[in-house]
């Protein structure tokens, strides 16, 4: 029988505090059924009046279901099932009160204040965070209450000594400050009792004014000089009564630090346990409180819903070894680098013994810490001890990237029940799952998880460890399909996009990064910066094209059509201003290019002009899909005008590439052996800008560049590595890719593992047993962009591709499957978590007969598969031949035996 499971409103399991009008539902069908052929959606208050009902609608679609119904009230909780049929008509109905939303304010005025604790001088950046309470009685328990909290910085609320936000960690969030900041919504009812409560929040820094906005500003903030917290409680009760408590005058500061001395994102915590004091408890006013009013400010900003991932920790990892070291100090190696901090397990301590806590990715060669690429970022946990026979610590408003632990100061013995690593990341489920034959490629797949978990906290950064830890554009974009491969990532990616979308240049362009500590980027800004930067009004190929890419990559996994609608005008608005101020359709690239590539720079104007050329074309199909049928008319033509400059431009008349550059004569072409670069060659041919003929030419170039000049080896940097594999593959040169992913010298992506990398590294080169470590000064040994590599095992190795233009509004609904039996491997294996359902490809090669290969593979249930064999079926009992030639899977379970088609 056909059931309807994981019902999700908005990509989120029973969602609070929700400011969407139109909420879109989702779920997906399993049972021994094929398909859904009717379905039923009705939505209802508590009260159990009906705001919707849809009736029977024939169909299979199970995603991106808009609500049409009555209007949304604020405040109020929303019920909701499903009820479907199958093809047998057999009908079934989930349960009525498992699934929910709540809406948020929707527009509403909120009573509570933003109240602060500056002082006369404002807020030092490395201050403790400030702690605000109110306590206030109540005749009798609330049958409901509801804390809707905000912070301008980063805060915990707490009820009567209890953690009302549960397991989410640095609340609200990191956002474009100059427009919105997210509220989050908590049932408070648990933590409140009759008579007297106390309301209390500790309140630091974070991303709002700490270092990590100070230091991109000249040391002071862009945005805000000290931390601001909002809230309002909302209880009722059983005789029908309401009672909002809002922050205003009445509530107060303690006066004076906490046990919190010190908490940053970029230099760490300092604590001193012999000032811990109870003031969270109802009641209590210590002498040392002496309390006073808060500070109450009006900052202007838009409040919005969190339709992010909350942060969370994720996991916990014990010491794999620990040393002590001939200096007294220990050192504590995980065995793993992630993202997180450290959790202190300490016995009979004594007031006033500091223990200090310092975190690396890599040793020395001396075995001490290695922390210069750390940079500005100090990264020290300072913890003071007091009189106690159990101590257990965990800093609050700070995180690590890290994999060792030097701790000192220690007089006792610690062993592995001593300290624990916690991993902190957004809170995404894991949809994606990968194994082969090759135990370093399977190794290299674990790197790329664990690049992704830790660079995944509220933001897409760069690296978790030094000075930086931003939301930089490029990073993004390179690995958003992988990611989307890996986890359930769409509202993670909407809260980014939200946030990018609102920080365009004044010229119309995306950022670099996002959210900006610099604050907004106007003309005036970028006549400071790279001179070819201003000159493209901000435009960096590759990373402003993040805003075009990302929307398109979700609707291709999510079907998301609503980003599209909403970010079109943007992704115009850029697409328009570098056609009318570019020289005949060829734009600069900015100032990153391929960034680290290996002594192989692509030319300016070319990457710059092949990116232009490659998001028209997608804003196109954009257009088309938002119903926009002049604007992707107008794409289409300016991808086509582009492509007419790129070819005029870059290619001589026999079809090789060439670069003219400033200084030589008109007419005077470069052979392309010494003008063409890799990734020149891979932006070729994956936007399709090679005239007619020449693909060829340009192949024959890039894999003689790669096996002969390169001795089989890449010079890629960002830009062009993510294309490598999927080009060469696509171009029947799977030879080559499985060559390439398999080098295990520099530059390559096993290299890294063979020498013990638990991460994907920054630079090919970061490190090496023989010559040390890479340049300090940019040298993150936790960063994900080439793990975008990634992507191929799924849509090649193992050869899962959504079609979209077949699925209607349901995610994978249709999917094609065509993996290459790779000769380099004996087995693969991907398994995929789709909104429609799991996808699992696995193949084996027999051991006697190469040539013979055992392909499994599932298609869930309402879902249907494109096959497309690489080499001769046996047996295609249960499969569809389509008019095509073609085969096509219903759901199910399927084993065929495929005789050729080996290759690589």
């Known amino acids: 029988m056909i059931h309807a499971v994981d019902l999700l409103t908005e990509y989120k399991k029973n969602p ?432 790329i998880v664990w690049g992704q978990k830790s660079n995944f906290l509220d933001v897409p950064t760069d690296c978790p460890q030094r000075d930086e830890r931003l939301g930089w554009t490029g990073d993004t974009q390179v690995f958003c399909n992988m990611a989307t491969w890996n986890s359930f990532a769409p509202e993670f990616y909407t809260k980014w996009l939200t946030d990018l979308n609102t920080e365009m240049t004044d010229f119309g362009c995306y950022p670099s990064f996002s959210p900006n500590p610099y604050g907004h980027v106007t003309a005036g800004d970028l006549l400071k910066e790279f001179h070819p930067y201003m000159r493209a009004g901000g435009y960096a190929a590759g990373w402003s094209d993040a805003g075009i890419i990302c929307p398109w990559i979700l609707y291709q996994k999510y079907m998301d059509t609503r980003l599209i609608r909403n970010f079109l005008p943007n992704i115009l608005r850029q697409l328009d201003f570098l056609a009318a101020n570019s020289d005949s359709f060829i734009v600069e690239a900015g100032p990153y290019r391929d960034w680290l590539n290996m002594d192989q720079p692509t030319e300016s104007k070319f990457l710059g002009t092949a990116c232009f050329a490659g998001t028209a074309r997608i804003a196109a199909e954009m257009a088309q899909i938002a119903g926009r049928e002049e604007d992707a008319v107008r794409m289409r033509n300016l991808f086509e005008a582009v492509k007419e400059a790129f070819r005029k431009k870059f290619f001589t008349p026999e079809g090789k590439i060439f670069i003219r550059e400033p200084g030589i004569t008109t007419g005077t072409h470069r052979e392309m052996n010494l003008e063409c670069t890799q990734t020149a060659a891979l932006l070729t041919l994956y936007f399709d800008l090679a005239p007619e003929g020449a693909e060829e030419k340009v192949l024959d170039w890039l894999v003689h560049d790669i096996t002969v000049t390169k001795n089989n080896h890449l010079a890629t940097g960002f830009l062009g590595t993510p294309l490598l594999l999927k080009v060469l593959t696509r171009y029947g040169r799977e030879d080559v890719a499985c060559t390439l992913l398999l080098q295990k010298s520099c530059p390559s992506w096993l290299y890294p593992v063979t020498q013990g990398a638990t991460t994907m590294w920054e630079r090919w080169n970061s490190f090496d047993h023989e010559k040390g470590f890479g340049d300090a000064n940019m040298n993150s040994f936790n960063h994900y962009a080439y793990g975008a590599v990634g992507d191929w095992f799924f849509e090649f190795l193992c050869g899962i591709t959504p079609c979209p233009e077949k699925s209607g509004s349901t995610p994978f609904k249709v999917f094609r499957l065509a993996p290459r039996f790779c000769k380099k491997f004996a087995h693969a294996e991907c398994a995929f978590s789709s909104m429609s359902g799991k996808i699992v490809s696995r193949w084996k090669r027999d051991e006697k007969d190469p040539e013979k290969v055992v392909w499994s593979f599932t298609v869930p249930c309402n879902t249907a598969a494109e096959i497309v064999f690489p080499g001769t079926p046996e047996n295609t009992d249960g499969l569809e031949k389509t008019q095509e030639g073609r085969y096509l899977a219903r759901a199910g379970t399927y084993t065929v035996t495929v005789f050729g088609g080996s290759r690589g």
């Not at 905000?150 to 549960?166: D, H, I, K, Q, T």
């Not at 793993?336 to 690396?360: D, I, P």
């Open 16 to 447: 609070m505090g929700m400011d969407e009008y139109c909420p879109r539902f989702s779920y997906r069908v399993e049972g021994d059924c094929l398909r859904q052929t009717r379905r039923r959606i009705r939505v209802w208050k508590e009260s159990g009046e009906y705001v919707w009902d849809t009736g029977f609608l024939a169909g299979d679609d199970t995603a991106q279901i808009p609500y049409a119904g009555r209007t949304l009230e604020p405040l109020t909780r929303y019920f909701w099932n499903v009820a479907v049929e199958d093809e047998k008509g057999e009908k079934s109905e989930s349960g009525r009160f498992e699934n929910h939303f709540e809406t948020g304010f929707m527009g509403r005025n909120w009573k509570g204040e933003w109240i602060g604790a500056k002082s006369p001088l404002g807020q030092d950046m490395l201050s403790g965070p400030a702690r605000f309470f109110l306590d206030f009685e109540r005749p009798s328990v609330p049958v409901k209450a509801r804390l809707y909290s905000s912070a301008l910085g980063l805060y915990v609320p707490f009820l009567n000594g209890e953690r009302a936000c549960g397991e989410d960690l640095f609340l609200p969030g990191w956002t474009n400050y100059f427009d919105r900041v997210q509220y989050q919504v908590y049932d408070a009812a648990k933590f409140l009792k009759k008579g007297l409560n106390r309301f209390a929040v500790l309140l630091g820094t974070g991303w709002f004014s700490g270092r990590i906005v100070g230091q991109w500003n000249g040391g002071t903030s862009a945005v805000g000089r000290h931390a601001l917290f909002r809230g309002e409680l909302h209880l009722s009760f059983a005789d029908g009564t309401e009672k909002v408590i809002a922050t205003d005058e009445n509530f107060r500061i303690i006066h004076g630090d906490g046990p919190i001395r010190m908490s940053d994102i970029y230099m760490g915590e300092t604590y001193d346990a012999r000032r811990e004091n109870d003031w969270l408890s109802p009641g209590v006013i210590r002498q040392d409180f002496l309390p006073r009013k808060p500070y109450i400010e009006h900052p202007g900003v838009k409040m919005s819903w969190n339709s992010g991932a909350m942060v969370r920790a994720v996991g916990e990892i014990a010491p794999v070894k620990i040393t002590k070291m001939p200096s007294g100090v220990y050192m504590v190696d995980f065995g793993q680098n992630f993202a997180g901090r450290e959790r202190l397990f300490l016995k009979n301590t004594f007031a006033g013994q500091t223990v200090t806590v310092r975190h690396g990715e890599m040793l020395n060669e001396d075995g001490s810490l290695y922390e210069t690429n750390l940079r500005g970022a100090l990264a020290v946990t300072s913890y003071t001890c007091k009189n106690a026979s159990e101590a257990v610590y965990e800093p609050e408003f700070t995180f690590y990237g890290f994999r060792y632990l030097e701790i000192s100061g220690w007089n006792g013995e610690l062993d592995p029940g001593s300290v624990r690593g916690i991993v902190i990341s957004s809170a995404l489920p894991e949809t994606g799952s990968f194994s082969c034959s090759d135990e370093l490629v399977n190794r290299l797949y674990s790197n």
